[in-house]
């Protein structure tokens, strides 16, 4: 058995594998004796009494083996040999929701992860809203009519959808299997109404993002700038934003969007990313 041990962990070794006691060993590289002393090895001989125990393995002087020697020397010590994989696997696939009040700069930091991350894929939502003119048809959105909409709700399709300001909206389920399947974190940008539905749906399994600007008045100024609402239809985002404030406490982390300080806001959001990605338990997908 200690044949088969050395004989196995020491195939490489240059010269001395075993016996002569350090008063006689002549000079050369190797200058400490160490028995086999780990654990395992140690109970699987202990019970065998001197004669069969394993020979003290010599470990080459640090200064002048080279390094493989050196680590060959180490795995005959220790009975065994070091392994290559890695020591943390493959973190699983993360879903991450991003989610704010109107105007807040949720596209706006979607699109600059996008340029940083492309090991992420970036839902896109089916709606029903008309297609501003910046947009594409299946990059931002996936522009369907009403009735197109509501089969996809019949045949349960959408892990959740909404009425938003007079349009639909839902995230296609199968986008995010597929994508998931193929390693890639998922990214959903949905408003306040959709993630409440989403957390309900997904639970803790999902890293849930509350985006907000520095104040409310930056928040409306940021609407106004946009130039994409009527005065009405500012009048119900503004109110509707107010009431959406309350539900950041049911979010997992709030990230500050402030005035031209989006450079800012996109670092926190990896930050959150490779931390959660680093967790020793990590989320599983209810889905
Ligand atoms: N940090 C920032 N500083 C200044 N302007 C910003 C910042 N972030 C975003 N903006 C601008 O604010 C406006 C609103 O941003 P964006 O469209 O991304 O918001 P949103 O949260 O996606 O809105 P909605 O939910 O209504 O679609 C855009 O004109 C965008 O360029």
């Given at each position: 058995m200690i044949r088969r041990l050395l004989n196995s962990s020491l195939?490489?070794?240059?010269?001395?594998s075993l016996q002569p006691p350090l008063k006689t060993?002549?000079?050369?590289?190797?200058?400490f004796f160490f028995p086999i002393l780990n654990s395992t090895t140690h109970n699987r001989f202990s019970?065998?009494?001197?004669?069969r125990r394993p020979s003290p393995v010599p470990i080459p002087s640090l200064d002048k083996a080279d390094r493989s020697e050196l680590l060959r020397a180490l795995e005959a010590s220790l009975g065994s040999s070091f392994s290559?994989?890695?020591?943390?696997p493959n973190p699983k696939p993360l879903i991450i929701v991003i989610s704010g009040p109107s105007g807040v700069g949720k596209d706006a930091l979607i699109s600059r992860l996008r340029d940083s991350r492309p090991g992420i894929h970036f839902v896109v939502t089916a709606t029903t809203r008309p297609r501003r003119p910046s947009e594409t048809d299946g990059k931002d959105y996936l522009f369907v009519s009403k009735d197109e909409f509501l089969k996809m709700v019949e045949k349960d399709e959408l892990l959740e959808y909404a009425l938003v300001y007079g349009d639909y909206k839902g995230v296609p389920k199968q986008q995010i299997r597929d994508f998931m399947a193929k390693g890639y974190d998922v990214v959903l940008r949905v408003d306040i109404q959709g993630a409440q539905t989403l957390r309900k749906v997904l639970g803790k399994s999902a890293v849930f993002v509350f985006l907000v600007a520095e104040s409310e008045v930056a928040m409306v100024e940021r609407l106004v700038d946009?130039?994409?609402?009527t005065a009405e239809s500012l009048l119900v985002r503004i109110g509707t934003a107010r009431e959406e404030?309350?539900?950041?406490?049911?979010?997992?982390y709030v990230v500050v969007n402030a005035k031209d300080k989006l450079e800012n806001a996109v670092k926190l959001l990896e930050s959150i990313i490779d931390a959660e990605k680093a967790k020793v338990r990590q989320r599983t997908l209810l889905m």
């Open positions: 195939t490489h070794l240059p010269v001395p060993q002549p000079k050369n590289n190797f200058n019970h065998m009494g001197d004669a290559s994989e890695p020591l943390n946009r130039n994409t609402e404030m309350k539900h950041v406490k049911n979010f997992d």
